[in-house]
């Protein structure tokens, strides 16, 4: 069913904005997303003096269309949004007109074909709050109110959640009273909230009346109410009635007037949160669709979305009008909208979303409150803090108040069911707050810690909360289970909480062991430091402990150059060995390192497995250090030449250069041995070690190094505290390496990544045997191993870039070159997490390389459960890049063919078997396209 919606100008400044858009040229512009077209569009339109009065238009007009809305559903409408030429004031100062206006309006979608039409802002106000339009209507008429109202009790309940605001201790205001919508927010709120203020603009039967049937106090001056309450809803019809200076500090208004009922200023206050009220977020798909849904970032106004939500129902019928409206009706349209994927919970301030930043701040507001809220209660009370809650003595010398387990005694013990039961209802309400705080983890998540990373992986698909994780199986917070082919970038080689490290921080902590004295001697240090030595390479005999790999690369660094006398440093290009100044100034990763410099001097690159410019570099005989990997992870899993590092090693030891070995991500099992040095056959001088070194339980690292080494560096009453770390060989960490330790050994778990590595090596090689032009190099030691995709073809590249005709995406992009071509990798990282549920990620220094990294614990049906779905999405992702390439040379050369698309289908059905599953659903080898 079709559906109309009427609206008015809410100013003359916008109305003349769209009488500039004579013949739907601006919103064509718009459609085609190129903002230089746009606003030369409308500087033209200006130059013609057309915003200035030249085309005053004195009939209603089509505002905007909104065509092929699609709900997840299945439901299909399309609208027309109507503007009559009245401005809010023209409105209330002469509402015939207004009236005659919108009747036109209506007609106008009735001719269309509108099934059902909508009264937004004012026009839902005159005429009887929409009945006198509706019975003069050859369609159904609704104001909208019901979901208007509907989103504003839940963007207050959002803006509570978000700021731990306890409505039912809580003074909420509402203005507006008698208003239908003001009316209706208090009716549904008043059972939830501790007291409820109501303002009117002036004394009325009918206000009185609600004022007694909510029992609330009812008042006629706005600033007095808003002295008395924090928690504001604003729904007056005559708007810029609350100055932002009345409000008080951590206050929260849901502002639903339009016009705002609250004052604009080009000052906007930190500690007061504004919320544009009754606003609802259309499904993503509708995006695109229209104008107005892209440029108000999804957010419409209830009135329009419940006008969507009925057409989208064939629901033909006049939902919201009059004064009155039915709190049944509010939920109904409230459920309707959520089945068909609206959502309430993205707010609005001053037409843009909430900022992170004034979150945080009101938190901070807020938080302050509470403290001091507690702190005056707490003061006036004569009773100790841990019997506040309780009540007086009955006279009977029994206390009657709330006894320990939450019911009330009154002297007297529940019987066990209604103890069991209260406690099922208490864990069943706990575990409902956790899953609740697990949804909400991706938001606080962008907003305190990372956003650019969370809205990357959203627009990769790849965005997931885990919340749990047993072995080599992580749970998202829907309680959906992925293999985890990471390993947290090899920090949990023994898998998610492996038991033995779990029983044994339990045990630990049963024991009470100290958690932190530097100056003292810790027996479980001491412990963990000797079974180190006994698995290290020969000559490394000392520990130093600390919490990370980066921190274990300082330590060694600094050892390097108190021992030798010497300040340089070698490193290699595409080296990873941390992001502190001294770990980044040998990390060989220009991106990383271009915004810190200058870093820290003397420290020089050199190509790995290049022996000739090592020898060279060392020839000076200035070079304290060689530091390197093993096996370059961030770099792409890149292994040396054979025979490269024992001959590394030699030519230290000629330079009077040290070696420093980092086995932070190599060591503990991962590659087939404990540490890759023994594969090497190499003695390193100092060798650091982290990630895995406490079952990825505890933050841990270490720096072994020769014990002639330390005596010289720190062996004296002067030296021996130079460096030093407060966390550094912790009860609770050492606790968890020493068990990280013995369950490596005992379990045999880096003899396991050689055979699962093997395996899965194997198995990679034939799938690239099929495919030889999907893959560039497959590479790998143990459980440590690479994929390196081939990059997008040019041509498809070449045609990607064209499409920015203006250069603009480039400019404000410079990565986006790498993004394209690393399109390979993110498509099988989607591909595998969505449809196979399968973890994985790439590289850092180098996107096409999908690292394959599972935890040592996995099993040979695990391995091939990955063989077989890698194998599937990389058939996909060949085909899907083969018909990119097909369709744009075509297009390029003017050969054209009927559908690509089906004759890719037709080459599928003949050549990949049964369709590929994953979790129970099919999925459709041509899903991406």
């Known amino acids: 069913m079709k559906f109309a919606f009427i609206v008015h100008p809410l100013s003359e400044e916008s109305k003349a904005l769209w009488q500039m858009d004579d013949g739907g040229q601006l919103l064509s512009h718009w459609e085609n997303g190129n903002l230089l077209e746009i606003c030369d569009f409308v500087q033209s339109r200006m130059a013609e003096g057309v915003a200035f009065g030249g085309r005053a238009k004195n009939s209603p007009i089509v505002l905007d269309h909104f065509s092929g809305l699609k709900t997840t559903t299945g439901c299909v409408t399309e609208g027309r949004v109507y503007e009559i030429p009245c401005s809010p004031k023209q409105i209330l100062e002469d509402p015939t007109t207004a009236i005659e206006q919108t009747q036109t309006a209506v007609k106008m979608a009735a001719d269309w074909g509108a099934g059902i039409v909508g009264l937004g802002s004012l026009t839902s106000v005159v005429g009887g709050h929409g009945q006198y339009i509706a019975e003069n209507s050859p369609i159904p008429v609704t104001t909208g109110n019901s979901l208007t109202v509907y989103a504003a009790l839940k963007n207050l309940q959002h803006a509570c959640n978000e700021l731990a605001i306890d409505l039912s201790n809580e003074t909420v205001t509402v203005i507006g009273i008698p208003g239908s919508i003001a009316t209706a927010i208090a009716r549904m709120l008043r059972g939830r909230v501790g007291k409820m203020l109501l303002v009117a603009r002036r004394p009325s039967q009918r206000a009185t009346r609600i004022a007694s049937e909510l029992d609330s106090e009812l008042l006629f001056d706005i600033p007095t109410a808003l002295a008395k309450s924090r928690l504001i809803l604003s729904a007056t019809s005559s708007g810029n009635c609350i100055a932002q200076e009345m409000i008080q500090t951590g206050s929260v208004v849901i502002d639903v007037g339009v016009p705002a009922d609250v004052t604009r200023s080009t000052r906007r206050r930190s500690n007061v949160l504004v919320v544009s009220g009754g606003l609802v977020d259309v499904p993503k798909k509708f995006l695109g669709k229209s104008m107005l849904l892209s440029f108000h970032f999804g957010l419409v106004p209830g009135c329009l979305a419940e006008t969507i939500n009925l057409a989208l129902e064939d629901r033909a019928e006049s939902f919201s009008l009059g004064r009155d409206l039915s709190v049944e009706r509010i939920d109904e349209i409230g459920s309707i909208a959520t089945l068909h994927g609206f959502s309430f919970s993205q707010l609005s301030s001053y037409g843009r979303p909430v900022p992170d930043s004034l979150w945080a701040s009101m938190n901070k507001v807020v938080g302050r409150r509470e403290s001091e809220k507690f702190e005056d209660a707490h003061a006036s009370s004569n009773l100790p803090q841990s019997r506040k809650g309780d009540l007086a003595s009955n006279g009977n010398g029994q206390v009657a108040g709330q006894a320990t387990n939450g019911h009330l005694s009154n002297g007297h013990a529940e019987n066990e069911k ?122 490394l005999e000392m520990v130093f402990f600390c919490n990370s790999g980066t921190e274990s690369v300082e330590a060694a660094l600094k050892l390097a150059r108190v021992a030798t006398g010497r300040s340089g440093i070698v490193y290699c290009h595409g080296s990873y060995h941390g992001k502190s100044l001294g770990a980044l100034s040998v990390t060989g990763n220009r991106n990383y390192q271009r915004p810190f410099q200058p870093l820290v001097p003397d420290c020089h690159p050199i190509p790995y497995g290049n022996l000739e410019v090592l020898e060279r570099t060392l020839a000076s005989r200035n070079m304290a250090a060689f530091i390197v990997e093993p096996i370059q992870g961030e770099g792409g899993m890149i292994l040396p030449p054979a025979g490269y590092l024992a001959e590394a090693e030699r030519l230290c030891r000629q330079a009077g250069t040290l070696l420093i070995a980092d086995e932070v991500q190599t060591g503990m099992g991962r590659t087939g041995t404990m540490f890759a040095s023994e594969q090497a056959a190499i003695e390193p001088d100092i060798m650091t070690v982290a990630k895995s070194l406490s079952g990825g339980l505890v933050p841990i690292g270490a720096m072994l190094a020769r014990r002639d080494l330390w005596m010289k560096a720190y062996g004296t009453v002067e030296r021996f505290a130079l460096h030093t770390s407060t966390f550094g060989g912790g009860s609770l960490a050492c606790v968890a390496g020493l068990a990280t330790i013995e369950t490596l050994v005992e379990e045999r778990m880096a003899e396991n990544s050689a055979k699962r590595g093997f395996q899965i090596l194997e198995g990679l090689n034939e799938i690239r045997g099929e495919l030889p032009d999907y893959f560039q190099d497959i590479r790998g030691q143990g459980l440590m191993i690479g994929v390196e995709l081939s990059p997008l073809a040019e041509s498809v590249i070449t045609h990607l870039k064209r499409t920015d005709s203006t250069d603009m995406l480039q400019y404000m992009m410079p990565g986006m070159d790498t993004m394209i071509a690393s399109f390979p990798a993110v498509f099988q990282m989607q591909m595998l997490l969505e449809h196979y549920h399968i973890y994985t990620q790439v590289t850092r220094s180098n996107p096409l390389v999908l690292r394959v990294q599972p935890p040592l614990t996995i099993d040979s049906s695990k391995a091939a459960h990955f063989l077989s779905s890698f194998s599937r999405t990389c058939r996909l992702g060949q085909k899907v890049e083969n018909l990119f390439e097909e369709v744009i040379t075509r297009s390029i050369s003017g050969q054209h063919v009927s559908s690509p698309v089906a004759e890719s289908r037709k080459e599928t059905r003949q050549t990949s078997g049964p369709p590929i599953t994953a979790s129970g659903v099919e999925i459709d080898e041509q899903y991406s396209q």
């Open 418 to 539: 209604e103890n069991a039961d209260h406690q099922k209802l208490k864990k069943g309400q706990q575990q409902q707050e956790k899953q609740r705080s697990n949804r909400h983890a991706r938001t606080l998540f962008q907003r305190y810690i990372n956003p650019v990373l969370v809205n990357l992986a959203e627009q990769g698909g790849l965005n997931k909360t885990f919340v749990r994780g047993q072995d080599s199986v992580v749970t998202d917070a829907e309680e959906n289970h992925y293999l985890d082919f990471v390993s947290g970038f090899g920090s949990v080689n023994l898998g998610h909480n492996h038991p033995k490290i779990v029983q044994a921080v339990r045990e630990a902590l049963d024991e009470g062991v100290p958690g932190f004295s530097p100056a003292a001697i810790n027996p479980h240090a001491a412990t963990l430091a000797e079974r180190l030595v006994s698995i290290a390479p020969a000559g």
